[in-house]
């Protein structure tokens, strides 16, 4: 695979850019993730650049009763209690960190940074491009996503056909959009599906 790294510190970069763009507004706005405001979304992408060692870990798991989805949804609300303005410094200071968390790899940091990019542009109004070779790593990693996120169980036994870049995964009947509509949708984002066309779109509202 090609390294990531550098993605992964645009990708941070360009979200800082926007960061700054934002009214007090836009950043207390409810974001894709339900229990995220705009600033909480920020507040998770700044702690994953930080050191987290195995005892913070299992201290903080302990807490949110081993429950891994519920840690980082109280994580990114302390951490989205931050000032704006420190948040966004810390985004753009720490962009090129190449820390993985416990249990991650510099692709899911690339993945998390993108799709939860989406979650703040989405509904806020304020689409922007993904650079195809960044959206395709991203894709390609995201499909194959099962434990805790569940994104391969979503998506079996349809094909995903993007319509703007060279991608396609699966089989079954078609799913076809955006490249960045189909990312969404295989994260669970309801509101893609309507963006999206074809046989197996019902497959996937089911679930």
Known sequence: MADVWPEIAASRTEL???CESLTPEQWDAQSLCDDWKVRDVVGHLVESTEK???GSLFVGMAKNGFNINKLLGNNGKEWGKKPTEELTKELRTNAGSQITP???KPIDLLNDVVSHTQDIRRPLGLPSAIPGARLRLVLDHAAAVNPILGNKKRIA???LVATDIDWKHGEGPEVRGTGEALLMAIGGRKVALDELTGDGVATLRAR
Do not use: H, K, R
């Open 157 to 159: 036994g349809v094909q």
């Open 16 to 18: 800082a850019d926007l």
């Open 102 to 104: 416990p249990f991650t």
């Open 52 to 54: 987290l060692g195995f």
